[in-house]
């Protein structure tokens, strides 16, 4: 059984930085990709960055491009979000996506971690 389990959220003022851990495991293969996505009240859960766990390839939402750095460790199958420059509008539960390929595509979600940045 596939768990993913992330942490690091938190209260932090603009400007500041946050560091956001993904740890995934139960995956008899492996994962294909791993990411961060965010949600706020109201609005669809959208893309923030994701990371191919095979070469590493990354991909970012536009509005987090110079900001935010998306990592991996395979040794451990975690991944880590590291948020600089945070902005009011970073404010949303950021939520961790493992997928895996062998038996089709299947998606796997963490419980979700609050990141609020205010003054």
């Known amino acids: 059984q596939v768990h993913v389990v992330e942490s690091g959220g938190g209260l932090v003022q603009p400007g500041g930085s946050l560091r956001l851990s993904c740890a995934a495991s139960g995956s008899r293969f492996g994962f294909y990709t791993m990411g961060w996505y965010r949600q706020t009240p109201g609005n669809e859960r959208e893309l923030v960055a994701t990371?191919?766990?095979?070469?590493?390839?990354?991909n970012y939402a536009d509005s987090v491009k110079g900001r935010f750095t998306i990592s991996r460790d395979n040794a451990k199958n975690t991944v880590y979000l590291q948020m600089t420059n945070l902005k009011p509008e970073d404010t949303a539960v950021y939520y961790c996506n493992a997928r895996t390929i062998d038996t089709g595509v299947r998606d796997y979600w963490g419980q979700g971690t609050q990141v609020t940045v205010s003054s």
């Open positions: 990371i191919a766990i095979g070469g590493g390839s990354t």
